[in-house]
């Protein structure tokens, strides 16, 4: 969706932009009817998918207390939260910024009990704050999914199968999902013999494959040239199943590095049993940014949008942080930027399916609504207009009515010598054309819309 078309942002640019986007904030959105259209069809397209996996919606609240919910955000999290005072209590409240660890303490404080693993879902929005000149949007649309309460290669599998599925229910084909292991990149730093502070750096620069900032830490920390070589070959080691051997001949017998690429080897054995490992590009540097991740982590990239569409890995050790330790996975879609994607690959269409027109004079209301009624109740999409003066006098304004909503039929009432029982059906010209008009009994009107004339069902 072109999104100069399709959305309301606000923002700096010209003079005339800013004096369209100054009514609302910087790096939020309205969204406009055809792009509002796209996203709840891609939602519904999305949660159909993942139901028929038996994965239910949870509705988080918009805003939490900082002190409870930051337990589990990291600290770069914190720092870009919306913070607002509760009239009520004194406390300040957080808009969310993060659905993971909302996800975690909802689990935490209130399902614990329930039985695992639990199988859940959302659709929610995100707000952080991002400096203007970032080109970040602050408001940000999400679906995902959280399979909780099992620390197993299967479940990993499971979420990874059902990412790529999902993605290729949207009408995703060309994407990839670059696929890690926190524990092997962790693994390489601790052996390196870092301080703590390096090893955050590194970290740090790992996660935004920054690799002159980690050049730097790694000769300030004066790590071995040979070890230094492998963290910095690792980060840019990339490609197949192949990678797995390379990094096992890294790995060596330390047990911090062999576990990691076990697991990864495990796990990419069932997503090719599943028929999706063609979809999987195999990063032994990947690094989310989030802290509280601890396993497998991954992200996805399309051909078509140079930023990541979305991502999640394994945390284990989150929920834990608001009372009850469970072993967790999940992933999060930025639902704008798959938009983009679906449509730089073929436009949605900008306009629903055809509609129809029901106009009627004042004196002709009831009629007019109650085969309105009956028309969308066969699930058709249905406009009512009321005209003042003569049909003769209104078909023009009419016609135009029915143009700009899109209705390839119009049925008109109260037409000077047409029965109170009868009606005009309006088909409007193309090209100029003169619009073709056809007197029908309004009982017939359904059957005549569905191509069956004479009222013959």
Known sequence: MPRRLSRQMGGQGSATVNAERSLIPIGTATLLPDAAHRIRHLEQTFFHCIGTWGYREIIPPTFEFL????????????????????????????????????????????????????????????????????????????????????????????????????????????????????????????????????????????????????????????????????????????????????????????????????????????????????????????????????????????????????GGGR??????????????????????????ACDRMQPFPSKPVASILVASPPTHYKAAYQIAQALRNEGRQVFQEIYDKSYRSAKTTLLKQALHAGAATLVVMGVPRIAAHECLLVIPGTNGAAPNEHQCALANVPSILSGKPNGDR
């Open 67 to 310: 002190d409870v919910l930051s337990a589990g955000l990291p600290a770069d999290a914190l720092e870009k939260c919306f913070k607002f005072a509760d009239w009520t209590t004194g406390r300040i409240l957080v808009l969310r910024p993060d659905v993971t660890a909302q996800m975690a303490r909802i689990v935490a404080m209130g399902m614990a009990g329930h039985g695992t693993p639990l199988r859940l879902s959302y659709r929610t929005t995100v707000f952080r704050y991002e400096p203007e000149h970032a080109g970040r949007e602050r408001e940000i649309f999400q679906v995902g999914v959280e399979l909780i309460g099992e620390d197993t290669p299967a479940c990993d599998a499971e979420i990874l199968t059902l990412l790529i599925e999902s993605l290729k229910a949207l009408g995703l084909t060309d994407f990839t999902v670059s696929l890690g292991h926190v524990g092997f990149y962790q693994g390489l730093l601790a052996r390196s013999g870092l301080s703590e502070s390096g090893r955050q750096a590194a970290e740090l620069a790992a996660a935004g494959k920054d690799i002159p900032k980690l050049e730097h830490v790694l000769a300030k920390e004066r790590v071995p040239r040979h070890e230094a070589r492998v963290i910095l070959e690792t980060l840019c080691r990339y490609g197949r199943k192949e990678i797995l051997g390379w990094g096992k001949s890294i790995a060596g017998r330390d047990r911090f590095l062999t576990g990691p690429i076990d697991r990864l080897s495990q796990v990419y054995h069932f997503l090719e049993q599943a028929g999706v490992a063609e979809h999987l590009l195999i990063d032994l540097g990947e690094f989310r940014g989030f802290q509280y991740y601890d396993g497998l982590v991954f992200d996805v990239f399309s051909a078509h949008l140079g930023s990541a569409l979305g």
């Open 315 to 340: 945390y284990n050790h989150l929920i834990g942080r608001f009372g009850h330790n469970l072993p967790s996975t999940g992933f999060a879609l930025d639902v704008d930027r798959i938009v983009s």
